[in-house]
């Protein structure tokens, strides 16, 4: 099946900096998306984007399919940034396949 | 609704006995998907229902772990005779159609003492 790499797995920032999180994955997907998993749990959706490339405030997220890789930016970051980012991809079946995420603690 | 609904939100089970798990779907959502996420790792597929069939149930881990959705909307997962690795968050998602956007629930935390 198809496998789903994240890195880096650990991040700390100071309040401000700005940062790249990188998705790899093995196959071609028909969906993708990347999630903030907040401290009580809660899976936030961040980008829906299979391809190309989004923004939405401080975060931004390019999907460069032919070369299998997701990039997400965050810039000027804040420490309600900490939490645990997820990208998830599937290949138009039913599975939805998450990497191990990136643990991000923002630092005041 | 406005969002995916997960009941209850925390659960305190002994070993081996029987729980429920509610899922309330967004209203339309036409996909219903399971997933186990224990601590410190990302979700893990369970099973996936499109309407009320279940398609797909390769995740779920043993003959013990059963998942309906009866009508189409509302989905129960129900483990039965619990062990103490059944512990984990089990987090329930939608989606309108296949190639859409999933959204999430809050999660049920189960643990098994």
Redesign the interface.
Known sequence: GIQVEQSPPDLILQEGANSTLRCNFSDSV??L?W?HQNP????I?LF?I?SGTKQNGRLSATTVATERYSLLYISSSQTTDSGVY?C?VDT??????????TRLFVKA | GAGVSQSPRYKVAKRGQDVALRCDPISGHV?L?W?QQALG?????LT?F?NEAQ??K??LPSDRFFAERPEGSVSTLKIQRTQQEDSA?Y?C?SRRG???????G??T?LTVV
């Open positions: 028909n969906n998306q999630f009580w749990g809660q899976l959706n829906y299979p997820f998830a138009g079946g039913f599975k939805t396949i998450f990497g191990a995420g | 996909s998907f997933y790792q990302g979700p893990e597929f996936y499109q398609l797909d390769s995740g968050v987090l998602a296949v190639n859409t956007e999933a959204f999430f809050q999660g935390r």
